[in-house]
T-cell receptor
Framework: NAGVTQTPKFQVLKTGQSMTLQCAQD?????MYWYRQDPGMGLRLIYY???????DKGEVPNGYNVSRLNKREFSLRLESAAPSQTSVYFC??????????????FGSGTQLSVL | AQKVTQAQTEISVVEKEDVTLDCVYE???????LFWYKQPPSGELVFLIR??????QNEISGRYSWNFQKSTSSFNFTITASQVVDSAVYFC?????????????FGQGTILTVHP
């Protein structure tokens, strides 16, 4: 089972460059999320999509945009990368928007370095 | 505001030792959920357990056990007879039922290294 698939796994950007992180899930989940993981800070929510056609800001949305392309796919875009965006990015999904009781299924992560 | 604190940044043990990972949380909600996730060296995050605020029964799953105490706002995780494969980063997380989208707040993580 593929679960949640993220691409690419590694990426190096120069300051000011743009890129899109791709995420797809094959579990027919309604809700999808983008987190970033930084040393000593755990995971922080960037954006989420409760259902197809909706997106909302999380805890740290500045510098990012998202697109819920369809039920399966949720992409994260950096329009003008900054060194502060160097991080490991995780996509996740849950069956239902009511995350209070639902466990997250995570992708394998994207390690992004901005020079 | 919800908050999760994992005070132990790194723990190092020798195989077969027991180890406890601490987790303290803050919330104003009466209904909430607590989670533990494991992140092995390969990088993906793996769900371990979910607990709701109304169920304080301790849980045991093989060598893993969890102790939930509302009186001290703690949800600690114990690995008995640790093994090298237990080496990972472990995250405790909290979700409040009142949040419109169920925001999951993670602790900082505890790096566990089990030496052979």
């Amino acid at each position: 089972n593929a679960g949640v698939t993220q691409t690419p796994k590694f990426q190096v950007l120069k300051t000011g460059q743009s890129m899109t992180l791709q995420c797809a899930q094959d579990m027919n989940h309604n809700s999808m999320y983008w987190y970033r993981q930084d040393p000593g800070m755990g995971l922080r929510l960037i954006y989420y999509s409760a259902s197809e056609g909706t997106t909302d800001k999380g805890e740290v949305p500045n510098g990012y945009n998202v697109s819920r392309l369809n039920k399966r796919e949720f992409s994260l875009r950096l329009e003008s990368a900054a060194p502060s965006q160097t991080s490991v990015y995780f996509c996740a999904s849950t069956r239902d928007r009511s995350l209070a009781a639902e466990k997250l299924f995570f992708g394998s992560g994207t390690q992004l370095s901005v020079l | 505001a919800q908050k999760v604190t994992q005070a132990q940044t790194e723990i190092s043990v020798v195989e077969k030792e027991d180890v406890t990972l601490d987790c303290v949380y803050e919330t104003r909600d009466t209904t909430y959920y607590l989670f533990w996730y494991k992140q092995p060296p390969s990088g993906e995050l793996v769900f371990l357990i979910r607990r709701n605020s109304f169920d304080e029964q301790n849980e045991i799953s093989g060598r893993y056990s969890w102790n939930f105490q509302k009186s001290t706002s703690s949800f600690n995780f114990t690995i008995t007879a640790s093994q090298v494969v237990d080496s990972a980063v472990y995250f405790c997380a909290l979700s409040e039922a009142s949040t419109s989208y169920g925001k999951l707040t993670f602790g900082q993580g505890t790096i566990l290294t089990v030496h052979p």
